[in-house]
Structure formats: C-alpha cells, structure tokens
C-alpha cells in the first residue's frame, strides 16, 4: 500500500521538490569541515525528485539516491542528468550498500514511510557499507504527532489507513518514541537529537519529527 501511494503521487507530479530543505542545507554545513576529502561519496535515502542528490553533487560527492518509487526515479533522473549522480530504485527493507564507502548519507522523512523495524534494520546494515566518520541526517516522524490519532495501529511502531490529516493516501507510516531512537543508531555515535514541532493553534493539530544527526565510529 505504501509503495502504491507514493507511486501515484510522483506518478501525479506532486512532492517532486525543486529546492533543498534547509534542514540538510545546514546539517551539510555544519558538518562540511569533518567531511572535506577527495572524492567523497554520499547516499540520499528515499531521493524522491532527487533534489537533494543535485545539492550534494554540486558539494562535490557522488550520489547514489535510491527510491522504491519507479516514478520518482524517473523524474530524477530526468531533472537533474549528472555523471555524479546514480539514481536506483531500492525497496528500504531489502537494499544491500555492499562495501560503498559513504561519507554522508541523508534520510529527509523517508523510512519513517516504513515500519520501526524495518528502519531499524535498514540502519544496522547500512554500517557495512560506511566510512570510518560518515556522518548521518535522519529525520522520522515522533510519536506525540497528531497524525496518529487518523490512523489504524498495525502493531509494530508504525500506522495505515488515514482517514485526515497530513498522512492521509500516505499508506502506512512509522512513529518513533525516544527510546526507539537508540535501536535505530545502534553501532552509531549520536551528535545530536532535536523534536520538532509544528503546532497549528487553530486546529490543535501538531505535526511532529525527530532529527538526529549521527556519526558511524567504524564498529560493525
């Protein structure tokens, strides 16, 4: 359900951004001085219209962005053609990095599209294939987002079948609590962790995420 919802949603055009979020804009340059060296490479988690990949790239990296939407690839690769940027289309829950060597990798909203444990699982793979001081940008959905309260529990971290709010047609969605934070970035060293909140204080609604951004300290 989830890789159909967001299949029809590229497939319509939308959510294809243009602009990079200024959440990654910053944690890059914030961390820029830790990641200058030759031929860096970085990994965009759920590229979706790939506009963070051409960001990177123009930072010097070469990029891999990975999808599980055909569609969003598709207007990737067609919006920003570069020999410094592979687009692939990957499911979270079975992509293999192999011996990569990243040095940055960023997930803007995109596992928490899953269930905790695959996020989890993705992350505790995801080791093998990083450099000894890659640093990581993660941003997931927090368990007190009003979110939850439209949608039916599936019993593992995550929520489907929305019938308002910002995740309706989304298909089924994680929430993360504190705690599972540390699960998800074990093996890692965690920099910092913020929750943000964007309450609207007319409806009450309050859409919420964790951003955490991490260190991979080269211990599988």
């Known amino acids: ?13 939308q959510q294809l951004n243009r602009f990079a979020f200024s959440e990654i804009v910053s944690f890059y340059f914030r961390h820029r001085a830790e990641l200058a060296k030759d031929s860096p490479r970085a990994l965009d988690v759920g590229c979706g219209s790939g506009v963070h990949c051409n960001f990177l790239a123009h930072q010097g990296f070469a990029v891999l962005g990975i999808d599980f939407s055909p569609a969003a690839i ?5 919006a920003y053609p570069s020999d410094d ?16 060597g990243f040095d940055l990798v960023v997930d803007r909203c ?4 899953s269930t905790v444990p695959t996020a989890v699982q993705f992350y505790h793979r995801l080791r093998t294939s990083l450099q ?15 979110g939850r309260d439209f949608g039916r529990d599936v019993g593992d971290g995550s929520w489907a079948d929305f019938s308002d709010g910002v995740f309706a047609d989304l298909g089924r969605t994680a929430f993360f ?13 965690v920099l910092a962790v913020r929750h943000l909140s964007d309450r609207d204080v007319t409806t009450g609604y309050n859409h919420t995420s964790w951003i ?8 599988v």
Do not use: C
């Open 177 to 189: 609590k504190e705690s599972d934070l540390a699960d998800l970035f074990q093996g890692y060293r």
């Open 85 to 100: 940027i592979t687009f692939q289309i990957a499911d979270f829950a079975t992509f293999e990095a192999g011996e990569s």
């Open 74 to 78: 598709d207007a990737a690769r067609a």
């Open 132 to 146: 000894p001081g890659a640093r990581l940008f993660w941003q997931g959905f927090a368990w007190d987002n009003s």
């Open 1 to 13: 359900m989830t890789h159909q919802a967001w299949e029809e949603i590229y497939a319509g055009g």
């Open 212 to 219: 955490v951004e991490a260190e991979y300290d080269g211990q």
């Open 110 to 113: 995109a596992t928490t599209h």
